[in-house]
């Protein structure tokens, strides 16, 4: 744990200094010291120096907004422009993300950063025209339950943490926590 927090510092200013191949939305850190770089139109794996070691595209889409690894299965959420539609994608670093486990519908509005997280249970993903979180099941990305967000302004960041799950209101600058289960209540 020590060399990850002495690592980190480096890490950072790296980060700030080194060009990805466009913009950078967000970025995840992987159990195994990779870093995802979600960029236009794809996906850039980075070694524990921050180093690309691979690209990945996802054909027809505009955006990559976020990216999660576990147990080498990798989710990404991503927007069309052509289209209008938000989706969120199951697959590996071997192949491109082909699956799609959740479809919104097409919409006018301007495109919005939106994010997912994983973890070896669940699959969270903002769908951000119906301001709902989607819950699903990892492994299989059966979808499991919704939890309305309708009270909160612009959805932008969540994270699942043991049992729960974190919101963020990029505007109201609210932070949310929801137990996951069927009729999730605030924590």
Known sequence: MDAAIDFLPTSIEHLRTEKTASSC???????????????????????ETLQIKQTIKIQNQSYTFSAALIDNILYTHTFCN?????????GSLQD???????HT?????V????????????????DYVHKLLKIFESTNAEHMFDIDMTYMGDLFGVH????????????????SKYALSISPQPI
């Open 25 to 47: 939305y967000s970025i995840s850190w992987t159990e195994d010291n990779r870093v995802l770089c979600s960029i236009n139109k794809g996906i850039e794996v980075r070694d």
């Open 160 to 175: 699942l943490i043991r049992e729960a799950v974190l919101i963020t209101d990029l505007n109201g600058g609210k932070l």
């Open 96 to 102: 491109t993300p082909t699956q799609s486990i959740l």
């Open 111 to 126: 495109s919005q950063i939106t994010h997912l997280s994983a973890d070896r249970n669940y699959v969270a993903s903002i």
């Open 105 to 109: 519908e097409s919409h006018d509005a």
């Open 82 to 90: 052509s289209n209008k539609r938000f989706s969120t994608w199951i």
